[in-house]
Each structure stands twice: as C-alpha cells, then as structure tokens.
Nanobody
C-alpha cells in the first residue's frame, strides 16, 4: 500500500508559479502511474494531470495544458506538479494519487491511494 504526502501549496499572485511535491512510501511507487486532481469549494474533484509508471507518458487537462507539467523521480519516490502562469480559477485543494495500473488515467476510481491534499490559493 502506497502512502502519499503532498507539499508545496500556498498563496501566490496570479501569474506566479508553484511546484507541488508528492512523496510516496512503499515499494510499488515506481511501478504505478501517478495523478494530480483538484477540488475547489462547491465543485467536484477534477483531473489535472497524470504520468505513467516510467514517466515516459503524460496527460493533462485542457484547462492547464501549457501551464502545468507533471513529472516523477522514481529514485526519490516523488511526483511533482510544476504550475506556472497560475490563475485565480486554479485555486483548489490539490491531491496526488497512486494508480492501480502502469498507465496513466483521468478517472479517480482507477487510483488506489490518495494524499491528504495541499491548498493552492491564487489571488487576482
């Protein structure tokens, strides 16, 4: 069972950048896909980005394409979400998740483990 801890959230002005980290414990990290999701107040959790087990394939939501980049370092058991050109509508709690599978997915029910979330607030 993978356990996940996110960090790197905070308050930033519009146009700024943040890098979220997701530290994983457990031996299966390097063999499963990782994803980032977010949930804003009053809204459903939504897909942000995902990366396959090796880091060779990534996917991201249209709303963040060109601004956010997902990556991973299997030697460090850590996944990252680099967020640039942040907008107020990016404000949300961001969650990382470990998949059941090798391949990345946009569907929350394909993820076996979730972190506790980290707050990202973008001021206008």
């Amino acid at each position: 069972q993978v356990q996940l801890v996110e960090s790197g959230g905070g308050l930033v002005q519009a146009g700024g950048s943040l890098r979220l980290s997701c530290a994983a414990s457990g031996r299966t990290f390097s063999s499963v896909a990782m994803g980032w999701f977010r949930q804003a107040p009053g809204k459903e959790r939504e897909f942000v980005a995902a990366i396959n087990w090796s880091g060779g394939n990534t996917d991201c939501a249209d709303s963040v394409k060109g601004r956010f980049t997902i990556s991973r370092d299997n030697a460090k058991n850590t996944a990252y979400l680099q967020m640039n050109s942040l907008k107020p509508e990016d404000t949300a709690v961001y969650y990382c998740a470990a998949s059941y599978y090798y391949s990345s997915s946009r569907f929350p029910n394909e993820y076996a483990a979730w972190g506790q979330g980290t707050q990202v607030t973008v001021s206008s």
